[in-house]
């Protein structure tokens, strides 16, 4: 990671540091349920398992970023890193690969449900202020 990246990484952490724990852990939850509710106002299949995919891509790719960064603690990062891999597994799950079954078509509604309630309950919900904040920054950033 380049000096600059992190000196990015830094400003971003102070301008952010004011929005406190509870609303990064917030952050992470509002994502999910937007996306779950962008799912459920969606007319078509495709465009509900589209709107899934979108959502946990991009946090996938946001922990995966954050994983590598210089500013978090190792603690930190493995729960990142269980975080990441529990979103994976989702990401499979949906589209059928390595081995799950796809979440059917009628199903997805309810899938877009069990998919804010698992990350409510997550470990990973649990790390420190500066990670919840990177992870939140690089999401709004990643799908922009």
Do not use: W
């Not at 301008?15 to 779950?36: S, V």
């Not at 922990?63 to 529990?86: G, N, T």
């Not at 059928?96 to 990350?119: C, F, I, K, M, S």
């Amino acid at each position: 990671m380049s000096l600059r990246n992190v000196f990015a990484y830094t400003i971003m952490v102070c301008l952010f540091a004011g929005t406190g724990y509870g609303q990064g852990k917030d952050g992470i939850k509002n994502y999910f349920n937007d996306a779950a509710l962008r799912v459920k106002a969606a007319s078509s299949p495709q465009e509900k398992r589209e709107i899934l995919s979108t959502s946990l891509s991009a946090m996938s790719r946001s922990l995966f970023a954050v994983q590598r960064s210089p500013l978090i603690s190792e603690s930190d990062r493995k729960a990142v890193i269980r975080f990441e891999s529990s979103i994976h597994e989702k990401q499979n799950e949906l589209s059928g690969a390595e081995g799950y079954t796809r979440v059917p078509d009628e199903q997805l509604n309810a899938y877009a449900d069990y998919t804010v309630q698992d990350v409510e309950q997550a470990e990973a919900i649990t790390i420190s202020l500066l990670t919840l904040i990177l992870i939140v920054i690089l999401v709004v950033l990643l799908l922009r």
